[in-house]
């Protein structure tokens, strides 16, 4: 009950991680939805959608690529952003100030603090994961048995995750030893009570994605603007309470 | 009844000029078999023959400088042949030849080998280019004397087959075996016009005579078989097994054989159906069947008579033997399934099974040249395939939001090909840049069915009926199908099917402009006397809408096709334009404004390359599926990115 309570208190600073997440959102849908509805104005697609549309219209000349280069770019100026604006929500979380000005300069002083505990991390972080894959990737392909890549894909996926909460775990704590002592600090070390906190607080979190995504695409896929509507709320709704379970987890660190 | 029918098949074929007699002894740890083969063989032609050559196809993957290797590159669908592990590679051996009895291993030589090789007429004059060397696809035995038409020759073959890596349809994994073109196989005699033998190219499938086997294969005891032809016996011995198949009338003979086989049964009318399938795809076995019977039952509707045999194999190959996949021979053919957490609306494997099931008509039954025809053997097939998926599935990819059938499939594949080749050339004579397999596969697809809407299906089906009834098992030529053509679909069918293979002639119907406006109110003089309009007038004046649609035949053929506009108020006008003269305008009134103009909308011409300007639409309808979409790939972004900064 404290600590629920102690989510919901952080929800301002959700809101700031939330925002972003929609300007992602607006970033992507706004261009698709122009591009699309052009395509469609006054030619046949305009009467009759069918698949013919994505093959004779969407995949044509370099859009698959346009498109792929436009989101690689969106990707890296999300985490860049991200990054940067954890820098302020983490002094944030410890209780320093409040105020988005404030949050925001304190978010360029560690930025690049930041950056390097997140490259520090991530790195071994994916090449132990690319190990994982690569001994159930062997697994799954000298087994007769067909069912193999199925259970090793879980196993993989399984691993991964821990590896990821695990990784995320000392990420975290590095941030705010390095917010303590106003240099890089790193960390290694697991206290068993608060990690399993955080573990259990990273899961809700992830489930709810999982879970609102998962009911906004059954909806997505049905007919009618009613749905669509109540599908893009769900995913939001989701995408909102995962942040909010992943600050709580964090703010369990501080 | 059927059974009757089966009896007069079989009682109505000509007597087999040719006998396969084979035994051969599997190696595990070899990947290799051995064992000899007698082929007697009636010269059954008016012409006698000095030399008979002989299919080794396995030596296209002895080296890295054979035809076939050189053409694909290393690689056959998406499949590598590993180049420097020399394990993986596989030939096939001749080490002994007893002609009527007597030693003619002198007389055998490889083609390369022999440095007039074109004086032989077997391959075509521009099929290999010199340089490609060695390759030793075929082997020639020169004969001591001329045999003469209606003589026999009986010769008895030791040979050696080492499997490659599984790769282009064949070869081992671990344990498991996929035995397809193991053997040496005499070529075709064609009399007059002397040995049809090529060499084995990359985009090339196969030619030979039917003939009756007799195969017998020793394998460990704990192996399972699934092979050509009916099992006649079976015995043990120790460690091994010797199973032995006999089947008539068929012109390749393959076989499969593991240690971790399962086998599912069923049967369908008078087939006995195998399914021989890897642990762990219990669950797909009742899709697999489906899929199997949905063949057998969609290709005796097209063809009009059922599969004769009594046993039909199909073989779902373990994933990491991937390449031995989606491969067709007489009475057994391997599938695909490439995962078990593929959804029930993505019908690939079915797709596959029904596709590999119908080459036992086109590639099986009818037998045309291969090498030379593609077309006669893919193209109808993939043309079959679609029309017994629709016939049992409707779709292929079948989900709420995304539909798509064989024909969708086959049109886009063909709308993309921007190269300057048509079907109706033989396999290697294809840009190598690409196009072999659109041509053969996609373009007969949609043609096909573009035919069968302006004829109407019964007319259609009788084409199909009446090709194969007399055709099967007497390797139609293009001819004999275009004569069937003509003769029951007239001569505009036979002259689309005839352009359809050998130009690149197109259909491309378009709205290229479409207005529709208010009446204008008139100004001026009537009957040139000036008179005041009055309110009265102008309240009771209902103005029409003027409309004008001009469609335009960009393609190549003038065949006559509906216009349609549909009004605001749901009302419809339908107009026919013959499709000469390059465009035509339609104008006409009607009491609500036109939405939308669309020429065949039907969709008969469906190998219409671009239905983009089918249409003009003045009232777009589609827009909130326009926003749905980019609504939900948006999310889908956002989702991927929430999930990439997991721990940011
Ligand atoms: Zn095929």
Redesign the interface.
Same mark, same amino acid.
């Given at each position: 009950m404290q600590t629920l309570k102690s989510v919901l208190k952080e929800h301002k600073l959700v809101t700031i991680l939330y925002l972003q997440?929609l300007a992602?959102?607006l970033i !992507? /849908?706004i261009p @698709? =939805?122009v591009w699309?509805?052009s395509? *469609?104005?006054?030619?046949?697609? #305009?009467?009759?959608?069918?698949?013919?549309f994505l093959?004779?219209?969407l995949t044509k000349g370099g859009a698959p690529v346009v498109a792929a280069l436009f989101?690689a770019l969106?990707?890296f100026l999300?985490?860049l952003f991200? *990054?940067y604006l954890?820098g302020g929500i983490f002094d944030a979380l410890m209780g320093k100030y409040s105020g988005l000005p404030r949050l925001m300069s304190e978010g360029a002083t560690n930025f690049f603090r930041f950056w390097l505990l997140?490259m520090v991390?991530?790195v071994p972080?994916l090449i132990l994961s690319g190990i994982v894959g690569k001994f159930t990737g062997y697994l799954a392909?000298?087994s007769?048995?067909?069912?193999?890549?199925?259970i090793m894909m879980i196993a993989n996926h399984t691993t991964a995750i821990l590896l990821?909460v695990l990784?995320?775990f000392w990420?975290?704590t590095a941030r705010f030893k390095t917010l303590v002592n106003r240099r890089i600090k790193f960390s290694l070390s697991i206290q068993g009570k608060p990690f399993l906190w955080f573990a259990w607080y990273q899961l809700i979190s992830?489930t709810f994605?999982v879970v609102f =995504?998962g009911l906004? !695409?059954i909806l997505?896929?049905?007919a009618g603007?009613l749905l669509?509507i109540a #599908?893009?709320l769900l995913?939001q709704i989701g995408?909102y309470g995962?942040n909010l379970f992943k600050l709580a987890s964090y703010k369990l660190l501080s | 009844m059927k059974k009757m029918i089966l009896i007069l098949i079989v009682a109505s074929l000509p007597a087999l000029a040719l006998d396969y007699n084979i035994s051969i002894t599997l190696n595990p740890k070899g990947e290799n078999i051995s064992g000899t083969e007698t082929i007697v063989w009636q010269n059954t032609s008016d012409t006698a023959t000095d030399i008979l050559p002989l299919h080794l196809y396995m030596n296209a993957f002895s080296n890295n400088r054979s035809v076939f290797a050189v053409e694909s590159g290393g690689k056959h669908r998406g499949n590598r042949m590993d180049e420097k592990e020399t394990k993986g590679f596989g030939y096939c051996k001749v080490t002994g030849i007893l002609l009527n009895g007597e030693n003619a291993m002198d007389t055998f030589r490889y083609i390369s080998d022999i440095p007039d090789a074109e004086s032989l007429g077997l391959c075509w004059k521009d099929e290999v280019t010199k340089t490609i060397k060695p390759d030793r696809t075929i082997g020639i035995i020169q004969l001591s004397k001329p045999l003469q038409p209606g003589e026999s020759v009986t010769l008895k073959i030791t040979f050696e087959t080492k499997f490659p890596r599984v790769f282009a349809r064949t070869g081992y994994w671990?344990t /498991?075996f996929m035995a397809g073109q193991w053997y040496p196989k005499l070529a075709v005699f064609q009399g007059a016009k002397g040995w049809n033998c090529h060499l084995f190219h990359y985009n090339s499938e196969f030619f030979a005579d039917f003939a009756h086997y007799t195969v017998s294969l020793t394998v460990p005891q704990n192996y399972v078989v699934g092979a050509t032809g009916y099992l006649e016996n079976e015995t043990n011995t120790g460690n091994t097994k010797t199973l032995t198949f006999a089947v008539d009338n068929v012109h390749d003979f393959a076989w499969t054989a593991?240690d971790?086989w399962k086998v599912a049964t069923d049967t369908w009318k008078h087939v006995k159906l195998f399914l021989l399938y890897?642990? #762990?795809?219990e669950g797909t076995v009742q899709r697999q069947i489906e899929a199997l019977k949905a063949g057998l039952s969609g290709y005796a509707e097209l063809c009009g008579e059922d599969y004769p045999y009594k046993k039909f194999t199909l073989v779902d190959p373990?994933?990491?033997a991937a390449g031995a996949g989606g491969m067709e021979y007489p009475m057994l053919v391997t599938g695909m399934?490439p995962?078990?957490?593929l959804p029930a609306g993505v019908r690939i494997p079915e797709m596959v099974i029904v596709h590999e099931f119908g080459h036992n008509y086109f590639y099986g039954m009818l037998a045309s040249n291969e090498f030379e025809n593609a077309w006669m053997d893919e193209g109808m097939n993939s043309f079959a395939t679609a029309y017994a998926m629709e016939r049992h599935y409707k779709y292929d !990819?079948d /989900?709420? /939001?995304? %539909?798509?059938d064989g024909f969708?499939e086959a049109?886009?594949g063909f709308?993309?090909y921007k190269g300057p080749d048509f079907p109706g050339k033989a396999a290697w004579e294809f840009s190598p840049a690409g196009g072999y397999s659109n041509l053969s596969y996609n373009k007969p697809t949609i043609y096909f069915r573009t035919l069968e809407n302006m004829l109407g299906r019964e007319k259609f089906l009788q084409i199909f009926h009446t090709y194969f009834a007399r055709y099967k098992f007497k390797h139609p030529t293009p001819n004999d199908f275009l004569s069937v053509v003509k003769e029951i679909g007239g001569e505009q069918a036979e002259d689309f099917v005839r352009r359809m293979l050998y130009t690149r002639d197109i259909i491309d119907y378009a709205v290229t402009r479409a207005t529709s406006r208010k009446t204008p109110r008139f100004l001026g003089l009537k009957d040139f006397k000036p008179i005041p309009e009055t309110k009265k007038d102008k309240k009771k004046e209902k103005r029409k809408y003027e409309n004008t649609i001009i469609v335009e035949n960009r393609g190549d053929f003038r065949y006559p096709v509906t216009v349609v506009a549909t009004m605001k108020d749901g009302s419809r006008q339908e107009f026919e334009w013959d499709g000469c003269g390059g465009w035509h305008r339609f104008a006409f009134e009607s009491m609500s404004p036109m939405t939308?103009a *669309?020429v065949d909308p039907d969709r008969i011409y469906a190998c219409d390359i671009?239905? %983009?300007?089918? =249409? &003009?639409? @003045?009232q777009?309808?589609? #827009?909130?599926?326009?926003? %749905? @979409? =980019?609504?939900? &790939?948006?999310?889908f !972004?956002?989702?991927v990115?929430?999930?990439?900064?997991?721990? *940011?």
């Amino acid at each position: 009950m404290q600590t629920l309570k102690s989510v919901l208190k952080e929800h301002k600073l959700v809101t700031i991680l939330y925002l972003q997440e929609l300007a992602l959102f607006l970033i !992507v /849908f706004i261009p @698709l =939805a122009v591009w699309f509805h052009s395509q *469609i104005s006054r030619n046949y697609f #305009g009467t009759t959608l069918s698949v013919d549309f994505l093959f004779e219209v969407l995949t044509k000349g370099g859009a698959p690529v346009v498109a792929a280069l436009f989101i690689a770019l969106i990707l890296f100026l999300f985490i860049l952003f991200r *990054i940067y604006l954890m820098g302020g929500i983490f002094d944030a979380l410890m209780g320093k100030y409040s105020g988005l000005p404030r949050l925001m300069s304190e978010g360029a002083t560690n930025f690049f603090r930041f950056w390097l505990l997140f490259m520090v991390y991530s790195v071994p972080l994916l090449i132990l994961s690319g190990i994982v894959g690569k001994f159930t990737g062997y697994l799954a392909s000298h087994s007769p048995n067909q069912a193999m890549p199925v259970i090793m894909m879980i196993a993989n996926h399984t691993t991964a995750i821990l590896l990821l909460v695990l990784f995320s775990f000392w990420h975290t704590t590095a941030r705010f030893k390095t917010l303590v002592n106003r240099r890089i600090k790193f960390s290694l070390s697991i206290q068993g009570k608060p990690f399993l906190w955080f573990a259990w607080y990273q899961l809700i979190s992830v489930t709810f994605l999982v879970v609102f =995504a998962g009911l906004s !695409v059954i909806l997505l896929t049905r007919a009618g603007t009613l749905l669509m509507i109540a #599908g893009f709320l769900l995913m939001q709704i989701g995408l909102y309470g995962r942040n909010l379970f992943k600050l709580a987890s964090y703010k369990l660190l501080s | 009844m059927k059974k009757m029918i089966l009896i007069l098949i079989v009682a109505s074929l000509p007597a087999l000029a040719l006998d396969y007699n084979i035994s051969i002894t599997l190696n595990p740890k070899g990947e290799n078999i051995s064992g000899t083969e007698t082929i007697v063989w009636q010269n059954t032609s008016d012409t006698a023959t000095d030399i008979l050559p002989l299919h080794l196809y396995m030596n296209a993957f002895s080296n890295n400088r054979s035809v076939f290797a050189v053409e694909s590159g290393g690689k056959h669908r998406g499949n590598r042949m590993d180049e420097k592990e020399t394990k993986g590679f596989g030939y096939c051996k001749v080490t002994g030849i007893l002609l009527n009895g007597e030693n003619a291993m002198d007389t055998f030589r490889y083609i390369s080998d022999i440095p007039d090789a074109e004086s032989l007429g077997l391959c075509w004059k521009d099929e290999v280019t010199k340089t490609i060397k060695p390759d030793r696809t075929i082997g020639i035995i020169q004969l001591s004397k001329p045999l003469q038409p209606g003589e026999s020759v009986t010769l008895k073959i030791t040979f050696e087959t080492k499997f490659p890596r599984v790769f282009a349809r064949t070869g081992y994994w671990q344990t /498991f075996f996929m035995a397809g073109q193991w053997y040496p196989k005499l070529a075709v005699f064609q009399g007059a016009k002397g040995w049809n033998c090529h060499l084995f190219h990359y985009n090339s499938e196969f030619f030979a005579d039917f003939a009756h086997y007799t195969v017998s294969l020793t394998v460990p005891q704990n192996y399972v078989v699934g092979a050509t032809g009916y099992l006649e016996n079976e015995t043990n011995t120790g460690n091994t097994k010797t199973l032995t198949f006999a089947v008539d009338n068929v012109h390749d003979f393959a076989w499969t054989a593991w240690d971790h086989w399962k086998v599912a049964t069923d049967t369908w009318k008078h087939v006995k159906l195998f399914l021989l399938y890897p642990p #762990g795809h219990e669950g797909t076995v009742q899709r697999q069947i489906e899929a199997l019977k949905a063949g057998l039952s969609g290709y005796a509707e097209l063809c009009g008579e059922d599969y004769p045999y009594k046993k039909f194999t199909l073989v779902d190959p373990p994933m990491q033997a991937a390449g031995a996949g989606g491969m067709e021979y007489p009475m057994l053919v391997t599938g695909m399934f490439p995962s078990t957490l593929l959804p029930a609306g993505v019908r690939i494997p079915e797709m596959v099974i029904v596709h590999e099931f119908g080459h036992n008509y086109f590639y099986g039954m009818l037998a045309s040249n291969e090498f030379e025809n593609a077309w006669m053997d893919e193209g109808m097939n993939s043309f079959a395939t679609a029309y017994a998926m629709e016939r049992h599935y409707k779709y292929d !990819v079948d /989900f709420p /939001f995304l %539909k798509m059938d064989g024909f969708d499939e086959a049109r886009m594949g063909f709308a993309s090909y921007k190269g300057p080749d048509f079907p109706g050339k033989a396999a290697w004579e294809f840009s190598p840049a690409g196009g072999y397999s659109n041509l053969s596969y996609n373009k007969p697809t949609i043609y096909f069915r573009t035919l069968e809407n302006m004829l109407g299906r019964e007319k259609f089906l009788q084409i199909f009926h009446t090709y194969f009834a007399r055709y099967k098992f007497k390797h139609p030529t293009p001819n004999d199908f275009l004569s069937v053509v003509k003769e029951i679909g007239g001569e505009q069918a036979e002259d689309f099917v005839r352009r359809m293979l050998y130009t690149r002639d197109i259909i491309d119907y378009a709205v290229t402009r479409a207005t529709s406006r208010k009446t204008p109110r008139f100004l001026g003089l009537k009957d040139f006397k000036p008179i005041p309009e009055t309110k009265k007038d102008k309240k009771k004046e209902k103005r029409k809408y003027e409309n004008t649609i001009i469609v335009e035949n960009r393609g190549d053929f003038r065949y006559p096709v509906t216009v349609v506009a549909t009004m605001k108020d749901g009302s419809r006008q339908e107009f026919e334009w013959d499709g000469c003269g390059g465009w035509h305008r339609f104008a006409f009134e009607s009491m609500s404004p036109m939405t939308v103009a *669309i020429v065949d909308p039907d969709r008969i011409y469906a190998c219409d390359i671009s239905l %983009k300007n089918n =249409a &003009i639409t @003045l009232q777009p309808r589609t #827009g909130s599926s326009m926003t %749905k @979409l =980019a609504l939900t &790939i948006s999310q889908f !972004v956002q989702m991927v990115f929430n999930i990439t900064s997991l721990s *940011i």
